[in-house]
């Protein structure tokens, strides 16, 4: 999350901006809308919402990381898996 994100934050506001005819688009390219995102506003606003984010994402890994050790457990137990 903490490397893709400026990726995602760029790819929001893209598909978040209203397209009217005859008028130029704010962020054009992924490239173009990086550098106009430090300039306006920081290098830290690509990491915008990254908090939100990690608190969905965690809980999630947790689970799944519980899971897999449950799962290797029983099946070392079982003799399925050598160690």
């Known amino acids: 999350p903490m490397v893709n ?3 995602d934050v760029v790819k929001t ?3 978040k901006q209203i ?3 005859g008028k130029k688009t704010k962020y ?6 990086i550098g106009l995102i430090v300039k306006e506003e920081g290098y ?4 915008k ?6 608190m969905r ?4 890994q947790a689970i799944t990381f ?7 457990s029983s099946l070392t137990q079982r003799g399925y898996f050598l160690h």
């Open 5 to 7: 994100n400026p990726l």
């Open 13 to 15: 506001r893209m598909q």
């Open 19 to 21: 397209i009217k005819p």
């Open 28 to 33: 054009t390219g992924i490239f173009q809308a």
């Open 44 to 47: 830290l606003a690509l990491w």
């Open 49 to 54: 919402g990254i908090t939100p984010r990690l």
């Open 57 to 60: 994402i965690m809980p999630g």
């Open 66 to 72: 519980m899971t897999y050790e449950a799962v290797s």
